[in-house]
């Protein structure tokens, strides 16, 4: 393992500033901005340099398998955000050039050596002086570095000289490290016209890795996150006119499991107008703590498929949310009133009611059933025995007219109806009446 510092760069272009010749950035690609926010998962030390992310990753080699498996994971998936060229060094303006010349890393010894065959323009101050310095010859950072320091300061000013030193790791380098906010909003500029919102999903996609980087640095999870989009031809100062709100059961920041879930939304989307611009945003969010997926180093992880809640996520995303229901209990003492059907995905904290006293069946029949009467004593395949009770219900007088109750409940047995549930309207109408209402196993 390395000793000392070790810096990561990741840039867009291969030169430090705009050139004719240079092939203009990707439109999909995240601002450096929002490529910040989403470095923060491998380190908290992030700044922003010129147009360039660096990361400070001492810290973070052992976690994530030393500096190589590092480099590799954080290019690939910055690969996916439009961000290309990445590169490793032990200071960050060496990091930095070294990226902007298309090469890996240098660890110790190696950085000279590869700074010196580096072009020009690797570095801002000594591409601002390149017309100059190449009618002297120059064509490297080594040929610069090779020239007498007191006329190249005299020359080209203090702040060459110093940009080298800070390359070379002659001299600190400082820059005030990235917070993430509290609020993630960000947006993307589509590279033409999208007239259909299932084909939203390559922005979509983009948008939805920075926000997993955001939540990853602020090991949180989401709830909802707020997809907007603006029609071509608007401008960014007018209001956005179409929104899709997307809910989670639970707390997550699993990219895989946002993506299909955003498309079964978006299927169900018609766009009235081609659409030029998202936007994403995201406030609800929860502590989300990591969980070890093994105890054995190396292990290969078993996946056992998507949890209940995702399932029923994608489902009421695909049928609707009416048309996924779930029972739910109700504060509500009458027991057929205990239970009603919600969208799966909607959320209450509803407080039970004490219930009433006594035992409670095992099951509850759909309507109760109106007992016949002999010698007052209600029949079911024959005289049933009292055996407890009487517990009286009285409730339902808020609600719609006609659903009131005021019942006696009674635990009833004979030998071959067994343990039944029973109760006796108290209501003028029906007084005397004896119902069949629950059974015991």
Known sequence: MLAGPCWMALCLRTTCGP???EEPAPSLAATPEALGWWALQFTPRVCRHEEAVLMEVSGSLRLFGGPQALRARIETAAAELGWKHCAAAPTALGALALARGGQVGAWGGELSALLDGLPLDSLRQV?????????????CLGQVRALPRAGLARR???DVLRELDQAYGEAPWSAPWITPPEVFEARLELPGRVESAPALMLGVHRLL?????????RQAGLRCFVLRWRYDGHGRDDAWVGELPVRTAEPTRRVDHLLRLS??????????APVGELSLCCDEIEPLAETASSLLPGAVEITRGEGLSQLLERLSARLGPDRVCRPVPRADHRPEAQQTWQPAMQVDKVAMPSGLPGPQPAWLWREPLLLDICRERPQLQGDL????????????WWDTPGTAAARDYYVAWNERSGLVWIYRERRLRDG??????GGFG
């Not at 890795?209 to 640095?217: D, E, F, I, K």
């Open 19 to 21: 050139s004719p010749a």
């Open 127 to 139: 591409a601002l002086q390149a017309a100059w310095l190449s009618r002297l010859g120059c064509r």
């Open 432 to 437: 005397g009446s004896w119902f069949l209402h």
């Open 156 to 158: 080209a000013g203090p």
């Open 385 to 396: 025995r009292i055996l407890a009770g009487p517990h009286r219900l009285e409730a339902g």
């Open 209 to 217: 890795l920075q926000l997993c980087g955001w939540l990853a640095a």
């Open 263 to 272: 498309s079964e939304w978006l299927a169900r989307v018609r766009l009235a």
